[in-house]
């Protein structure tokens, strides 16, 4: 009897988690489905469909065809200019947060509580308010419409974010750790290098995907800060998309959607089992 | 939205007094050079400035186009930076009354002399010629014209009704739809679920209703007008088409549902004129829909104007000035804006463009003779949904009010029109 309810209370689990994963997951198959029909049967049709003919074209389309204005080479430079501007700005914002994490919480000084939340204030300001000051800082340093000036916005932006989480994981570590290391005569840099980074993989893990993710994501900036050719992949997915006055072309615009997210779910795979681990680790101590 | 000093003010004009000369002086040898940014990047928009690029490289010039992916936003973000750093782009799209509003915000280039060398004036709608020389100096200059109050008939949802009356009246409109209804069309009236969308269902009505009324209401925010029993009688309108519309339409593009409009679920839809290259573009013929101006009670097209332009901005590197002189007799040439319309399926700004040729649509046609009749009995008035009657800030205080009451049907017309004007109010 006991045995039958367990079973019963089981399969009752499966399916309302069955449900969710399906109403989750909804959007995306109508993505998929929608990247392999044709423009024409999706809007003689409906939005939500199962493609009549196998439109694989929309993909060489969404990978080298559609024009974004005078240029036509579809989504393939964009990539290559969001790799260009992720990569780097996801690598420095990381780094730097893990060094001004540990700097605010294994090493105490003057003021470092002030510090710390004046840096991690940065993730309540609107990126709108933001806009002005960045357009007078990168005008003087003259890296406006360069992605330099993109790769910096992007690394100052996100230490806000990477100082916080770096710092709650490295409050966890015995101070007793630094303490003796500084009695063998290790300073500040050698400790991080020798002892900090090595104890980090889960934390950083996490500020990778995360600013990966953000970083690979983000439109405003990107648009406002870059002209033509240099855009990021954003911009020109919403090139795309954006037009008022025109049939949506939502079959390339699927398959431009999924080549475009590739990256960002690459990374989920690939670091996703550390994610929670690194989130949790300090939560548990 | 741009915040002006006085400051700012005064700087802009002293720039602009002495840059002019440079202006005079730059008409030499140079190659002539221009920097432009658009949100025009994909589609029939992106088609139709790459190929005025073509022409302006044909005359000689150094074509350097930047797309701003996106909408209005995001051009104007763009358009911010690029002025904050001392480099705006020798012209740019801008539209409406927010050509007068940045103009204020840095110096923009005289183009009077252009303009009268080309005969321009005359053939502009006066409203329109207004928005462009904001200080009675033309700064910048329309490239092509919608109309956003048109009337799409499904013919197969007339032959449901049975009618093959097009509506002249807003009478008659109700009368059409009340006949669809009865005929087994789902939905009379086709929408989409955007803001603008709602917005032109309300300037269609009101517009329709009287012209007059619309210009003292909602160009001039005159108070009384806003208060008027006309500003009523257009949300009375406005509800009995939300009550024919389907209200399981959420925030959609118009275009999600042109398939149910073809085969007649859905009967008419109000829409601006580039409706008819989505419809030709989705792969239906011309044969699927009637089109024609929207209603006007008296009987005489009314032209809700929505017009894209391009704004120049004062440089003074003498090739970027020889480039905004070819550029804007570019824009002026009938033979420009013919082609610019023919590919997005506008008319032209200039009045006495010939669209009988081959390369016009009948819709084309049809909206071209609406705008000549409209501006003959001074019925050609600016969208209010398209940002052409205000600018930004005071057109979204607008449309909160408006697609509020679309969508919540207990509030009453008297109480719309109230929080119209109190919406105005707040927003001056």
């Not at chain 2, 799409?152 to 009356?165: N, P, Q, V």
């Not at chain 2, 209200?247 to 959609?252: H, I, R, S, T």
């Not at chain 2, 480039?323 to 040439?333: K, N, S």
Request: charge should be positive.
């Amino acid at each position: 009897m006991r045995e039958r309810s367990f079973v019963a209370s089981r399969i009752l689990i499966y399916l309302v988690v069955l449900l969710i994963a399906a109403a989750w997951l909804a959007p995306l198959a109508v993505v998929v489905l929608n990247s392999l029909r044709s423009n024409e049967e999706i809007a003689q049709g409906s939005m939500i469909g199962w493609p009549q003919h196998w439109a694989w074209s929309n993909y060489l389309t969404a990978w080298s065809g559609f024009c974004v204005a005078e240029t036509c080479a579809g989504i393939r430079p964009y990539m290559l200019n969001s790799a260009l501007v992720t990569i780097p700005a996801t690598i420095f914002s990381t780094l730097l947060g893990a060094i001004a994490g540990y700097a605010v919480s294994l090493w105490r000084f003057r003021g470092d509580t002030w510090i710390y939340g004046i840096v991690t204030l940065g993730l309540f300001l609107p990126q709108q308010m933001r806009l002005l000051p960045w357009t007078i800082v990168l005008r003087d340093i003259g890296l406006i419409n360069t992605l330099a000036g993109l790769v910096l916005i992007h690394t100052i932006q996100g230490l806000s974010f990477t100082t916080l989480f770096c710092r709650n994981y490295y409050v966890a570590i015995p101070h007793e750790l630094i303490r003796a290391a500084r009695i063998d005569g290790a300073g500040f840099f050698r400790i991080f290098w020798r002892i900090i980074l090595p104890l980090s993989p889960p934390i950083l893990v996490v500020t990778v995907i995360w600013q990966f993710t953000h970083i690979w994501n983000e439109f405003l900036y990107g648009v406002t800060f870059t002209s033509g050719q240099q855009q990021p992949v954003t911009a020109a997915l919403i090139a795309l998309s954006a037009a008022v006055a025109d049939i949506p072309q939502h079959g390339v615009q699927s398959a431009a959607v999924i080549i475009a997210a590739l990256p960002t779910l690459l990374i989920y795979l690939l670091g996703g089992k550390y994610f929670v681990r690194g989130l949790t680790a300090g939560a548990v101590k | 939205m741009p915040i002006t000093t006085t400051r700012r003010r005064l700087l802009a004009g002293s720039a602009a007094a002495l840059a002019l000369p440079a202006f005079a002086r730059a008409q030499g040898a140079v190659k002539p050079r221009l920097t432009a940014i658009s949100q025009w990047s994909a589609g029939s928009d992106g088609a139709a400035i790459t190929a005025l690029g073509k022409k302006f490289e044909e005359k000689g010039g150094v074509w350097q186009h930047s797309p701003v992916p996106g909408f209005t936003t995001e051009m104007m973000n763009k358009l911010r930076a690029q002025i904050m750093a001392g480099d705006p782009p020798a012209c740019s799209q801008l539209k409406g009354p927010e050509i007068a509003a940045w103009s204020k915000i840095a110096p923009t280039v005289d183009l009077d002399a252009v303009v009268a060398a080309a005969g321009y004036e005359k053939v502009v709608a006066p409203d329109l010629a207004k928005l462009h020389k904001p200080a009675g100096k033309w700064i910048a200059l329309p490239l092509q014209i919608y109309s956003t109050n048109m009337l799409f008939l499904s013919k197969r949802a007339m032959d449901k009704a049975k009618a093959d009356k097009i509506p002249v009246t807003w009478a008659d409109f109700n009368d059409l739809a009340e006949k669809m209804k009865a005929g087994g069309v789902a939905s009379p009236i086709a929408n989409g679920g955007t803001r603008p969308d709602d917005g032109q269902k309300f300037e269609a009505a009101l517009a329709g209703i009287s012209p007059l009324a619309y210009r003292a209401a909602i160009m001039n925010l005159e108070k009384k007008a806003l208060e008027g029993p006309e500003i009523k009688a257009a949300f009375a309108q406005v509800r009995k088409i939300a009550d024919w519309m389907d209200p399981n339409v959420g925030a959609q593009h118009f275009s999600t549902n042109l398939k149910r409009f073809v085969d007649g679920n859905m009967g008419m839809m109000i829409m601006g004129g580039w409706a008819q290259g989505v419809l030709r573009n989705a792969g239906f013929k011309f044969e699927d829909f009637l089109i024609a101006p929207g209603p006007s009670d008296n009987g005489k097209p009314v032209f809700l104007l929505n017009a894209d332009a391009f704004i120049f901005w004062q440089r003074k590197e003498a090739d970027l000035q020889a480039g905004q002189t070819l550029m804007a007799q570019l824009v002026m040439d009938p033979a420009i804006q013919t082609m610019y319309s023919q590919i997005t399926g506008s008319i032209p700004v200039r009045t006495d463009v010939d669209l009988s040729g081959e390369g016009w649509s009948e819709g084309q046609r049809t909206t071209s003779a609406a705008l000549k009749s409209a501006i003959a009995s001074n019925q050609a008035l600016l969208s209010m949904a398209h940002n052409m009657a205000q600018e930004n800030g005071m057109t979204a205080a607008m449309i909160d009010v408006i697609t509020e009451y679309v969508k919540d049907k207990t509030i009453k017309p008297g109480q719309a029109a109230t929080r119209l004007a109190e919406a105005v109010e707040g927003a001056r």
